[in-house]
């Protein structure tokens, strides 16, 4: 289903991509976003009319099997946008509201993550498998560290003062611009910590359990920002740290 996402999201593109915007002027939603989630849906429906569904351009769909899809059909929607290739299409199935198995498919970069709970997590690329597991990392200094901004200015306002609390601390700072890659990046060791404020469950249900079931410790923090809890995932090695930092800069506001 996810493939199926991604290859309608990467190959019917149109050049003219028609755009819509939602909760602020940045926050831009496309007709490749909907035609994914439309994609995703009918597909669950179809095998499995009793599930539940939260799909971010489609608000909820009640179920009663206990199972609930959660899914962003374009997961990075400025990147796609703009023509850069780091989007996915995210797809997590909750059971009785945990998380129990993941995809984030992207395309655009040839990569496929996927995790099933107690099962570990992977990683598929030119046609091979691996194994995912997080950085054996120890220290904040020698840490890569991506994060994300919200649409809202003001958010990201505080966001930004947030980052110049960690940005001397640590190795570098990356932007990727899609939570669910982020996620699956620090699972795969790419980066080895992310952290994001306010986002939402479409972002990370299936990065986060990707993750997770690669090692990472991924944990939600309160932050200043009105109901935007800070989502960090870490190597295990500096959890504690990059979560004291955190901590900190929230403290002293
Ligand atoms: C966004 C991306 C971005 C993150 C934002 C999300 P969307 O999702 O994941 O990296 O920083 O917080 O809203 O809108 O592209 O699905
Ligand atoms: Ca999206």
């Known amino acids: 289903m996810a493939r199926a996402g991604g290859e309608l999201a990467l190959h019917e593109r149109p050049d003219d991509l028609v755009t819509d915007t939602k909760s602020s002027p940045t926050d831009v939603v496309t007709e490749m976003d909907r035609a994914t989630e439309e994609l995703l849906v009918s597909r669950i429906l179809a095998q499995r009319p009793d599930d539940g569904i939260l799909g971010e351009e489609g608000g909820e769909r009640a179920g009663s099997s206990g199972i609930r899809w959660v899914l962003d059909p374009i997961d990075g929607t400025t990147n796609y946008l703009y023509g850069l290739p780091i989007w996915a299409v995210s797809v997590a199935a909750e059971c009785d509201g945990v998380v129990v198995a993941g995809v984030v498919e992207a395309p655009a970069l040839g990569r496929r993550y996927l995790a099933a709970r107690g099962f570990g997590a992977w990683e598929e690329r030119g046609g091979q498998r691996r194994r995912l597991l997080a950085s054996g990392g120890t220290t904040l200094a020698e840490a890569m560290v991506s994060t994300g901004f919200a649409y809202s200015s003001e958010r990201r306002a505080r966001q930004a003062e947030d980052l110049r609390g960690v940005a001397p601390l640590v190795r570098d700072i990356r932007r990727l611009g899609a939570a669910s890659i982020d996620l699956a990046w620090v699972g795969a060791g790419y980066v080895d910590a992310y ?59």
């Open 195 to 253: 952290f994001e404020s306010g986002l939402h469950a479409w972002d990370v249900a299936a990065g986060g359990l990707i993750a997770e079931e690669a090692g990472a410790v991924v944990r939600l923090l309160p932050s200043s920002l009105d109901g935007g809890d800070i989502t960090l995932a870490t190597a295990p090695g500096i959890h504690e740290a990059l979560r004291d930092v955190l901590r900190g800069l929230v403290d002293s506001t």
